[in-house]
C-alpha cells in the first residue's frame, strides 16, 4: 500500500512538474534551441532523481552513448527510456509520432528542437522528408534517436522490427548504436504503479556502417532483444509477471 501511495504522488509530480519546467523555461526557449534543450534535460534529470527517492527507482546508463552523430535504434518499453536516453545524449533528435507535435507545452518543445514527426503508417515518406532536411542543413547534427519497433513494447511481448531503421542505417551512413533496456518492468505503459529497482539503458557496442540491409536487421534484432532481455532477468521479470 505504502509503494502504491508513492507511486500516485510520484506520477501526480512528473505530470505537474512538465508544465511548470515547459512553462518556466518558455522565455529562453523562444529564443534559443539551447532553452528548449536546457528545458528537456531539467525535466528528465529532475523526473529522474525524483524517482530515486520517492519510490526507490534508480536509473542507471551503461556502456557508451555516443558524442558525435549516430544513429541510435532503441529498445522503446516506457516513458522512463526515453527520459533516460535523453538524458544520456549530448544531442538527441527523436523520430516520434505526429500526435506528439500537437500536445500542450511538449509539442511545442519538440517543434523547436526539430524532432522528427512522423504520421502512422507514412513512415517511408516521412523519413525521406528527414533525410532531404539533414541534406539541406535544416537538422543540426545530432544522434537520431529511432525505435525500431515503432512503439512501446511490453517486456516480455515480441514485435517486429520496422524498415524504416535499415533505410536510415544506409541513407545515413553513420556507426549505428543500438540500446537495450528493462524500463518498462518498473514504470508499464499502463497503469499507476512504479517498482522499486534499478532501471538500466545499456548503450550497445557500435555497428560501423556499410552492412548488408538483412544482416544489419538480424545483427541489431538479436543483439537488442539479448541484450534486453538479460536486463529484465537481471531486474527479476520472468513472463508469469506480466
Known sequence: MLQWIRSLLFVAFATVFMPVVGLGYAPWAMFSKRGAYAACRAYAGGVMWVAGWLVGLRCEVRGQPPEGEALVPAKHQSFLDILMIYHALPHAKFI???????????????KRMQMVAVDRGKRGKAIAKMLADVDAGKIEPGQLVIYSQGTRVAPGVSMPYKKGTAALYEQLGQVCVPVATNAGYFWPRRGLYRRPGVAVVEFLDPIEPGMPRDAFMQTLEERV????DALLTEAGFHKQNM
Open 96 to 110: 516520434m509520432k505526429r500526435e506528439i507535435h500537437w500536445m500542450p507545452v511538449i509539442g511545442q518543445y519538440t
Open 225 to 228: 532483444e539479448a541484450k534486453s
